[in-house]
């Protein structure tokens, strides 16, 4: 995306080094309105003669001491390893360029360059700003210049702590003015990555060929070499002597990168030889899902389209008033069972196959976390994934931190059985997932022996320390969490003796039920439940029904909207999740289970519900943890019933991913809605009546995918339209929320957010 840019107010502007990269930044400025002189000096002369006459340059020469008379800004634009005897030249000469001028230079490496210019002027100059734009092509020369070279790409500045912060705003500027995007780093860290991102791939396209090419003297193989061939190797045809100078000048960090390299290949090679399909597998799927995510970012379109949107925040939703809720959907499958079909399919032995798997980010967060521990899956394919099993101990240490995005439930149960695995593991998350409390879990997996690691106040990331030995012990749950439960029948998996959870109210058993499903036996009497460590897992089938919170956003929407009538297929009614059919009951709502049946060990049931009137209800405490994540929707509900509505005992609300409590209280108030809240609750009044029931206005989500559909679904009785800021999240839970919501007669539109 093309950016507003100031035009950089350089006076005289010297290229050094005409080539592809120095000729495309004259190109590229030319283009942006720069009115500034362009000069360029080059070795060859015709490259000079034709920058002129392609009217990228306004004149050149061929020696350095010649242009620089009153030069604001020089771009050294030459190979690597002519940068020093440049610098030297320019040390020399200095006295003929502005006072306040300014050097930069677009080098593929940094270390080598820094050290140079240190030699070359005596030391590290103030007003040297090192920069290297990541653009270029297979093609050299000035001829080959293009003016969208830069536009949406990175350009990395790489400013040591002395350097002059004018100089840097100003090399900032012009890179700016050609389209790029500038980040800043330091130049140890530039050139590791730079060496697994380009240098690496080029070493590897350099070598392929020639190897193919020694092969075949006459080169008769390239004809039959076809789309993967030309893929890979495109870069082989970029200049010897560049990249001959990047090699010599970051050899030891190219080296570390080809060290990893060749392991990764030997890696494979054995799996090939011993026809091992289960670890070629895991490489392949972890490395094909690495690069569709890759693609997605770089085509700014995705294979999961939310996903770039949420690395941005920019999705905005505008929901309008009036619409209608009729007919027959299902949601997407359960979060929560779909998590823990992976988890528990992946410690298994033998082959789990799992259907109506929840395709949203949190649970492919987790998905992607078992392939980086060396776990084969297969899928999604349309709900359909097949987990290759590797037993309770047969993880394998990722490569580096396991990244989980929003999913708080993934943080809070991995915690559990990363604690029981011989190697260390790094959990890390997004903003939201940062700021939440993993003491709750931390501190009790410690009393099992575990060592954990989290930051102040018991937060993210959590480093666990490997090969400790877990003692079972009896928990008494400080607050009503599955996941903490969870998390803590995972570690008892891997502890000596007994793991004893005491739950102070019910909450959602599905790991309970899966284990048993699993064929691991968890007892359970009253408010405890327990497991002996060290047995095993078998895989089992898993049909992961419609998750209920998701289908809670059509409940209150049917429920509050006149005339609506909607069935919602298959839907989960877990004992321990239909808080929310409970409630809507208790406000009057007409909502009937159909059809109810069991699959795979969770009863499920269709969900038929049709319009009437509602009231406000006092909440009743024992259904809080059932209807946790209901919330956000219910209050909607209770804002369109006759009559107050009143929650006490919901403070784990305000340690959701976002402060639930908060976040909705805030809405309302937008909105006209009368409430009071409390530390662990909210008093809503309602509207009543078949009228709108409050305005439209403007609402933050916060990043939150509940908050977001909860205000979505207000919009049908509101006056005006209800616009929504920050909805990319929606699709951690709830892929393809906007299309199923329109289905049922909902005005819906979303859009981009100018950032
Ligand atoms: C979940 C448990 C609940 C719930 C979350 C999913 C789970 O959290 O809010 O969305 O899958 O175990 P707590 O157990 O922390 O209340």
Redesign the pocket.
């Known amino acids: 995306m093309a950016r507003q840019a100031t035009i950089p107010r350089e006076s005289r502007l010297l290229i050094v080094g005409l080539g592809l990269i120095g000729g495309s930044l004259a190109a590229a400025l030319r283009r942006s309105g720069f009115e500034g002189e362009l000069l360029a000096c080059d070795p060859d002369a015709e490259e000079i003669a034709r920058g002129v006459e392609m009217g990228l340059i306004d004149r050149g020469d061929t020696r350095l001491s010649a242009m620089l008379d009153g030069v604001s800004l020089v771009v050294l634009a030459v190979p690597v390893l002519a940068m020093r005897g440049v610098m030297e030249e320019l040390a020399a000469a200095l006295g003929r360029a502005a006072p306040n001028l300014v050097i930069t230079d677009v080098g593929s490496t940094k270390s080598a360059i820094r050290q140079a210019a240190e030699q070359a002027f005596g030391r590290l100059p103030p007003n040297l700003v090192l920069g290297h734009p990541i653009a270029g092509s297979e093609k050299s020369g000035v001829a080959a210049a293009d003016p969208a070279l830069y536009v949406g790409h990175k350009v990395i500045l790489t400013p040591a702590p002395d350097t002059d912060g004018d100089a840097l705003a100003r090399v900032r500027a012009l890179w700016c003015a050609a389209g790029a995007e500038v980040l800043e780093m330091d130049v140890a860290r530039h050139d590791q990555v730079l060496a697994r991102t380009s240098h690496l791939p080029h070493l590897l396209a350099f070598s392929l060929v020639d190897t193919l090419a020694r092969q075949d003297e006459r080169l008769e193989i390239f004809r039959y070499a076809a789309g993967g061939f030309r893929d890979f190797t495109r870069i082989a045809g970029s200049d010897p002597v560049m990249w001959r100078d990047i090699f010599v000048a970051n050899r030891e960090a190219v080296l570390a990168a080809l060290d990893d390299f060749e392991a990764g290949v030997a890696r494979l090679r054995r799996a090939v030889e011993a026809g091992d399909t289960d670890a070629m597998l895991a490489t392949f799927d972890r490395a094909s899902h690495a690069r569709h995510y890759f693609d997605s970012l770089l085509n700014q379109t995705s294979y999961q389209a939310e996903y770039q949107m949420q690395a941005h925040g920019k999705l905005r939703y505008r929901a309008g008033p009036g619409g209608a809720v009729t007919g027959r959907i299902r949601v997407p499958g359960d979060k ?1 069972i779909s ?1 823990r079909s992976i988890m528990l399919g992946a410690l298994a032995d033998g082959v789990t196959e799992v259907s109506g798997f929840l395709e949203g980010e949190d649970s492919l967060a987790t998905l992607q976390a078992f392939r980086e521990m060396g776990v084969a899956i297969e899928g999604p394919h349309q709900g359909r994934v097949t987990v290759h099993g590797v037993g309770l101990h047969g993880l394998k240490a990722p490569a580096g931190p396991l990244y989980v995005g929003n999913a ?2 993934a943080m809070r149960l991995f915690a559990g059985l990363l604690a029981g695995q011989a190697f260390d593991t790094e959990l890390t998350g997004d903003a939201s997932l940062t700021k939440r409390p993993m003491g709750r879990v931390a501190d009790p997996l410690r009393e099992m022996g575990a060592v954990i690691e989290t930051t102040e106040g018991g937060r993210p990331p959590l480093k666990i320390r490997g090969g400790q030995r877990l003692r079972g012990i009896a928990y008494d749950m400080p607050m009503a ?4 439960k ?1 998390c803590l029948l995972l570690a008892g998996l891997y502890a000596e003796g007994e793991t004893r959870v005491r739950e102070p109210a019910p ?2 058993d599905h790991t309970e039920r899966m284990l048993g499903g699993f064929g691991y036996p968890v007892e359970r009497e009253g408010d405890t439940c327990w497991l002996q460590g060290g047995g095993r897992l078998t895989a089992a089938p898993i049909d992961v029904p419609a998750d209920i919170s998701s289908a809670t956003f059509f409940l209150v929407a049917a429920a509050i909207t006149p005339g609506a009538d909607l069935v919602l297929e298959h839907v989960g009614i877990n004992p321990t999740r239909i808080g929310v059919i409970n409630i809507l009951q208790l406000m009057g709502a007409d909502l009937r289970l159909e059809n109810p049946r069991e699959v795979g060990g969770e009863p499920v049931a269709d969900l038929h519900i049709r319009h009437v009137p509602l009231k406000g209800i006092d909440i009743p405490l024992d259904q809080v943890p059932l209807a ?2 209901e919330f956000p929707a219910l209050f909607v509900a209770a804002a369109n019933a006759e009559g107050t509505t009143r929650l006490r005992g919901a403070e ?1 609300l305000r340690v ?1 991913e976002s402060d639930r409590l908060k976040a909705m209280a805030d809405g309302f108030a937008i909105l006209g809605i009368e409430h009071q809240l409390f530390d662990d609750g909210i008093d809503i009044v309602g509207g009543g009546g078949e009228a709108p029931n409050y305005t439209g206005g403007r609402i933050d989500s916060l990043g939150d995918h509940r908050i977001a559909m909860a205000f979505t679904v207000a919009a049908l009785r509101a006056s005006g339209e209800i616009v929504i800021d920050d909805c990319a999240n929606v699709a951690t839970s709830f892929p393809g929320f906007v299309t199923l919501a329109r289905r049922v007669g909902l005005s819906l539109q979303e859009e981009q957010e100018a950032s």
């Open positions: 929560s998590h708080g439930t969490s599955a996941q903490v969870s909450t959602r946790i994540d784990e959701k």
